[in-house]
C-alpha cells in the first residue's frame, strides 16, 4: 500500500480535533440517555396509572398509584437534567469545530488555499494555527478541547503536506472524499432501516390499542391500557422527532451522490493549479450537510467575542 493512500486516521488530526469529537461524543451520549430514560418514566407512568383502573381492591389501587408518581417524578428529574445542563449543545457546537478542524487540516495537509503549496513551512504552520485559534473562538459555547494533548500539527501531517502532487491527490480522493461518501451511504441506508422499523412499531402500538378497545367494547375486558398504549405511541414519535431518521436518511443519500460526482471529477484535475480549486469545492459539498445539521438541530445564539 502506498504512503498515504488510505489518508489521515483519527491519530494525525490536531489534538483540537479529538478533544472536540470526544466532547461531541459525550455530549451526545448523555442527551439521547436521559431523552430516553424520561421517554420510559412516562410509559411506565401511564402504565402503572392505566392499571389502577383495571382494579377494585383498594389495596392494590394505592401501589400502583405511587408507581405512577414515582416514574413521573423520575421523568420530570431526567428533563430537569436537560434543561439545566443541555448536553446537546456539547454535541452538536463539538461536532461542529471538529468537522471545521477536519477541513482545516485537509486543506492544510493537500496544499489548498489558504495553504498553497509555494508558501513556507513556517508561514503555513503559523496560518494553520491561526485559523484554528479562530475556529475555537468563533464557536458560541465554552468547551474543553484540551483532553487529548496539546500537539496540533503532527508529523504526518507535514509529511503529507511536503508530499508530490499525485500523492496528496490519492491520499485526499481516498481518505478524505471516498471515505466521506462511504459513511453517508451507510448511514443513509441505516436511517431508512431505522425510520422503516420505527414505523412499524407504531402501527403495531396502535392496532394493539385499537384491539384493547374493541374487546372492552365486546364486554371481553374491563382493563383498559389505551392510555399506556396512547403514551408508548407519543413516545415513539418523540423518539422519532429527535433521531430524524427520514430527514436524515435523504440528506445522507444527496450528500453521497454529491460526492460520489465530485470524485469523479477528481480526474480532470491534473496539477497544482486547479487542485486548490477542487479541494475547495469538495469541501463545501462536504461541509454543507454539517451546517444543515447543525441548522436543524442547534439553537441559534451570539457567537462570544474576543476580550480586547
Known amino acids: 500500500m502506498a504512503p498515504f493512500e488510505q ?73 430537569i437534567i436537560l434543561l439545566s445542563t443541555r448536553p446537546e449543545e456539547s454535541w452538536y457546537h463539538g461536532r461542529a469545530v471538529a468537522e471545521s478542524v477536519k477541513t482545516l487540516t485537509w486543506k492544510y495537509c493537500v496544499c489548498a488555499d489558504p495553504f498553497p503549496h509555494s508558501m513556507g513551512a513556517a508561514d503555513s504552520e503559523r496560518l494553520f494555527l491561526q485559523q484554528l485559534s479562530d475556529i475555537v473562538a468563533e464557536s458560541p459555547i465554552f468547551l474543553d478541547y484540551s483532553s487529548t494533548g496539546s500537539q496540533q500539527i503532527t508529523s504526518t501531517m507535514k509529511e503529507l503536506r511536503a508530499a508530490d502532487f499525485s500523492t496528496r491527490k490519492i491520499s485526499y480522493c481516498h ?5 466521506q461518501r462511504s459513511w453517508y451511504s451507510r448511514s443513509a441506508k441505516k436511517n431508512e432501516r431505522s425510520a422503516f422499523r420505527w414505523g412499524v412499531a407504531l402501527v403495531a402500538l396502535e392496532l394493539l390499542g385499537a384491539t384493547g378497545a374493541l374487546l372492552i367494547l365486546l364486554n371481553v375486558t374491563n382493563l383498559d391500557m389505551g392510555s399506556a398504549l396512547a403514551a408508548g405511541v407519543a413516545a415513539g414519535g418523540a423518539w422519532i422527532g429527535v433521531k430524524q431518521y427520514d430527514s436524515l436518511a435523504s440528506a445522507y443519500s444527496l450528500t453521497a451522490t454529491e460526492l460520489a460526482l465530485v470524485r469523479a471529477e477528481a480526474d480532470q484535475v491534473t496539477d497544482d493549479s486547479s487542485w486548490s480549486r477542487y479541494v475547495i469545492s469538495a469541501e463545501q459539498a462536504i461541509s454543507r450537510e ?17 476580550s480586547t
Open 175 to 179: 481518505g478524505r472524499i471516498e471515505d
Open 7 to 79: 489518508g489521515l486516521t483519527e491519530a494525525d488530526f490536531p489534538d483540537i480535533y479529538r478533544s472536540a469529537d470526544a466532547a461531541s461524543l459525550e455530549g451526545q451520549k448523555r442527551h439521547l440517555l436521559y431523552t430516553r430514560l424520561r421517554l420510559y418514566f412516562v410509559i411506565f407512568a401511564a402504565t402503572a396509572s392505566a392499571a389502577t383502573a383495571g382494579v377494585s381492591q383498594s389495596g392494590i389501587q394505592k401501589p400502583l398509584v405511587a408507581i405512577s408518581l414515582f416514574f413521573f417524578l423520575a421523568a420530570s428529574a431526567a428533563e
Open 290 to 306: 454539517h451546517t444543515m445539521w447543525l441548522a436543524r438541530r442547534a439553537r441559534v445564539r451570539v457567537p462570544r467575542r474576543r
